[in-house]
């Protein structure tokens, strides 16, 4: 007979192959590497996303890793920046590439513009200007209206980043600095090296090891591909096979952590693109009911989220006014617990810290329950 897993089962795996059950010991590059990637579009959110996660966790070490080359951000999964390895940006971009053609033709903004056009010449084009060195998008799409003219610059840009891996440079991601939004090429970016095996297969064990278990609409809605169904099958065999409490299959490594449901769950504060509430199509695992009152779908920008006992339970803001930084933490429908409140303040104290050493005041308020953020 099939196990049955209930949704904190559920919560409590997912919650350990995310690293959010206990701060990892490991590097900052297994750990990405482990979480295959996260989305990174925003600059600098998602250095908060690594420091719930990691043990010692130090956000200008991270960004070395982004000078250095050791990490870098292209457009991966769903078709968004994602922080990987050199290794995982050669090895996942031609899997997600259908993900990226399907996103080019069908988008709201640049399909129609580029409808048409000889494709294979354009990205060569952008290959040859972006090479010798890294340029805005607005360099870019000058330099690429001198060839394409009549055509929207915009559009060709963006063309360009969908059909070939081009990189973010630094210093935009830089923790503690910014700059404009500028690529180059993979392949002019990092040292030249053999791509990793790759296979549509070895992507789907990946994704479990990260976020499993889950259906297969989960790993489709995670990567933006379609059609996995026809791929899991022949696996079948070799995984673990086991339904939630609505009958749906689930699929897992066999020797992945299942932790006990009643295992703790400490607080964490995720960041506002956290591939944990992105990265499933059914949510529940983690997201409450009362997370979907509150209109966030219509909300920019994205929330940051609080996890308390491993659901969502509120949002969090930074506020920085001169030489002051205040942490505003707003649970859902009530009030914390004052065990969850003194939990709470202890982690984002810890946060302060990271995001804010030097400020002369650093100030940590509850907001009231209620709707909005």
């Known amino acids: 007979m099939t196990q049955v897993l209930s949704r904190r089962a559920l919560n409590r795996a997912t919650l350990e192959r ?3 059950l206990r701060r990892s010991e490991l590097s900052v590059a297994a750990a ?8 990174a579009q925003t600059p600098h959110s998602w250095y908060v996303g690594l420091w719930s996660r990691l043990a010692g ?3 200008g070490r991270a960004a070395d890793l982004l000078t250095d080359r050791t990490l870098v951000r292209i457009a991966l999964m769903r078709s968004t920046i994602h922080l990987v390895t050199p290794r995982d940006a050669r090895a996942l971009r031609p899997l ?3 993900v990226l ?3 080019l033709y069908r988008n709201h903004t640049h399909g129609k513009p580029v409808a048409g056009i000889e494709m294979a010449k354009l990205v060569a084009d952008g290959i040859e200007l972006l090479a010798p060195r890294p340029l805005t998008n607005r360099q870019l799409g000058e330099q690429l209206g001198l060839r394409w003219p009549g055509r929207a610059t915009a559009s060709l840009v963006y063309a360009i980043r969908n059909q070939a891996p081009l990189v973010q440079v630094p210093p935009r991601g830089v923790w503690g600095r910014s700059g404009p939004i500028a690529h180059t090429t993979l392949d002019a970016w990092l040292r030249p090296a053999d791509a990793a095996p790759a296979s549509l297969e070895r992507l789907i064990l990946r994704y479990l090891s990260a976020f499993g278990p889950a259906e297969v609409k989960d790993v489709q809605m995670w990567s933006g591909l379609t059609r996995l169904r026809e791929i899991v099958e022949p696996m079948r065999p070799d995984l673990r096979v086991f339904t939630d409490e609505d009958g749906r299959e689930l699929f897992d490594l066999p020797d992945a952590p299942r932790p006990d449901p009643d295992t703790p769950a400490p607080p964490r504060f995720l960041y506002d693109f956290d591939n944990l509430l992105l990265s499933h199509a059914d949510r529940s695992r983690v997201i409450t009911e009362a997370h979907g009152r509150q209109g ?6 994205a929330p940051q989220i609080l996890l308390v006992d491993g659901f969502t339970a509120g949002d969090w803001t930074v506020d920085r006014t001169g030489a002051s930084v205040t942490i505003t933490v707003r649970p859902y429908d009530r009030p914390l617990s004052a065990g969850d409140t003194e939990a709470v303040a202890a982690e984002a104290s810890a946060l302060l810290g990271v995001i804010a050493p030097g400020a002369e005041s650093a100030d940590i308020v509850f907001a009231p329950p209620g709707r909005g953020i």
């Open 32 to 39: 990405v590497e482990h979480l295959v990637g996260l989305q």
């Open 57 to 59: 966790f130090v956000p």
């Open 101 to 103: 053609d399907r996103d």
């Open 296 to 301: 966030y779908r219509t909300q920019r920008p």
């Open 18 to 20: 995310q690293l959010l």
């Open 96 to 98: 997600i590439q259908p």
